[in-house]
């Protein structure tokens, strides 16, 4: 039988649904394919090259428990800014008034002033948002103009412009599928 009834006769058996005939059929079909042999060397060049991407990778990669300590100090640094940004105004006028003194009326005194001092401390924060605020409504007066929109949109142009060009080279030096055969 030639390659070509080999070929109608495994089609037929699955389009039939006949699994063993089909199997049979591709298996007389596939040893039927003349055999393609690499050039020489072609193993030695491709081994050498996926070994020099091996070691390249292992030295680029870092234990994940590097990684898992390095994720952990940044939460650990942000939670601790956090909170230091929001006990730091209670802890002095607390911490002072209960120095000296253990007493129900200085428990209450050191409240009492860790409460003002926190009060104190956010309404300078709200003094911060009210300068954002002024600073956000001059650019909305800016970009209401000709020449504010015009400068927004250039600068939105450039950043779009630099966005894409970074993409590409980073897309460029790094594929996942090159491998570099040197002969």
Same mark, same amino acid.
């Given at each position: ?28 079909? %596939?040893?039927? %394919? +003349?055999?393609?042999?690499? +050039? ?48 730091? +105004?209670?802890?002095?006028? %607390? ?10 009326? $200085?428990?209450?005194?050191? %409240? ?24 956000? $409504? ?21 950043? $779009? ?23």
């Amino acid at each position: 039988m030639n390659e070509r009834k080999h070929l109608e006769r495994w089609r037929a058996a699955e389009a039939a649904g006949r699994e063993a005939e089909a199997e049979a059929a591709l298996v007389a079909l %596939l040893v039927r %394919l +003349p055999r393609l042999d690499p +050039p020489p060397g072609f193993a030695a060049r491709v081994a050498a090259a996926a070994a020099a991407e091996v070691v390249a990778a292992a030295a680029r990669r870092r234990p994940w428990w590097s990684a898992a300590a390095a994720g952990l100090a940044l939460a650990a640094g942000a939670l601790g800014a956090l909170a230091a940004g929001v006990a730091g +105004p209670l802890a002095g006028p %607390l911490a002072g008034s209960l120095a000296g003194r253990l007493s129900f009326a $200085g428990v209450i005194d050191g %409240l009492t002033s860790a409460v003002t001092a926190f009060a104190t401390w956010l309404s300078g924060a709200a003094g911060a948002w009210g300068v954002l605020a002024d600073v956000g $409504g001059a650019l909305a007066t800016a970009a209401g103009t000709a020449p504010g929109a015009t400068a927004i949109l250039v600068t939105l142009a450039v950043s $779009g412009l630099a966005v894409r060009l970074l993409s590409d080279l980073i897309a460029t030096e790094r594929s996942w599928s090159h491998v570099a055969i040197h002969g």
